[in-house]
């Protein structure tokens, strides 16, 4: 068993807010807190998905309005794309929804990726390298002004980082981020997490301090002994029309892996 399968498994969600009303999401984050999930996250996309256009609405008003609707679950952008806001600012943003939410943000930021979004809102797209070049200088602009805040954030905001390009996002993962979030699977993620390390070690970091994490779906039986064998231990579940029953599933294989954990 290797340090990363000590770290004990969490369970997150992932609810998209587009194509309902207000109301049932206020409904499906209080549920998300009951059923006991460690993390609720949402989008930074002003559109549903691909050219649809549904009802929609905007990642941190959200954030702060289901901070005031709940009391234990971890909220956060997965993830705020660092090219819509000035990054001072989402700082900001972070430590005023940390404070409404008593301690509770995760800051998931990443370098964005989908051009309607862009484009629509009279954003610059520009290229791959432009964008991971204003996420790379984002991150520090967030992590200087956060030191400048008053009030500061009531903890150390943890930073999760989604993206896998080998060269320089997962060399800011190594520099920066306590969460590295990955679509990658399989064979592909071991090789990208093998990369991780690598960035870890060439600036003397212990990659184990790096929470691993994927989004699923399914039953946990089927994916997540495979998935917990290569080093993920924060599994977020991606709702689909607001059903959560997979995310009860889910803290339920988390509580039978924690639980033995803690046995000696």
Request: proline residues 8%; contains cysteine; positive net charge.
């Given at each position: 068993m290797t340090a990363r399968h000590t770290r004990p498994i969490r369970i997150g969600l992932q609810i998209a807010q587009y194509g309902a009303d207000w109301p049932a999401f206020l409904d499906a984050a209080r549920e998300a807190e009951a059923l006991?999930?460690?993390a609720?996250?949402?989008?930074?996309?002003?559109?549903?998905?691909?050219?649809t256009n549904v009802p929609s609405y905007e990642c941190w008003t959200m954030l702060a309005a289901w901070a005031t609707a709940t009391s234990r679950i971890d909220?956060?952008?997965?993830?705020?794309?660092?090219?819509y806001r000035n990054p001072d600012l989402v700082a900001d943003m972070a430590r005023t929804?940390?404070?409404?939410?008593?301690?509770?943000?995760?800051?998931?930021?990443?370098?964005?990726?989908?051009?309607?979004d862009y484009r629509e809102y009279g954003y610059r797209f520009g290229s791959v390298a432009d964008r991971v070049n204003d996420l790379e200088s984002g991150i520090l602009?967030?992590?200087?002004?956060?030191?400048?805040?008053?009030?500061?954030?009531l903890?150390?905001?943890?930073?999760?980082?989604?993206?896998s390009g080998e060269r320089r996002t997962l060399r800011l993962v190594a520099e920066h981020a306590d969460i590295w979030h990955t679509?990658?699977?399989?064979?592909?993620?071991?090789?990208?997490s093998q990369i991780l390390d690598d960035h870890c070690g060439r600036i003397g970091r212990d990659p184990e301090e790096i929470e691993r994490s994927v989004l699923v779906a399914g039953d946990p039986a089927a994916s997540g002994p495979q998935q917990l064998d290569l080093g993920v231990t924060f599994f977020i579940v991606s709702v689909k029309d607001l059903d959560l029953d997979p995310v009860?599933?889910?803290?339920?294989?988390?509580?039978?892996?924690?639980?033995?954990l803690s046995t000696p």
């Open positions: 006991g999930a460690d609720l996250f949402n989008w930074d996309h002003f559109f549903g998905p691909g050219e909220l956060g952008p997965l993830v705020n794309c660092i090219g929804v940390d404070h409404i939410a008593g301690g509770r943000t995760i800051l998931g930021l990443g370098s964005g990726f989908k051009q309607r602009r967030i992590q200087k002004r956060l030191k400048r805040l008053d009030p500061p954030p903890r150390p905001i943890p930073l999760l980082i989604a993206g679509f990658a699977d399989a064979d592909d993620f071991v090789r990208k009860r599933q889910w803290v339920r294989w988390r509580d039978e892996h924690n639980s033995r």
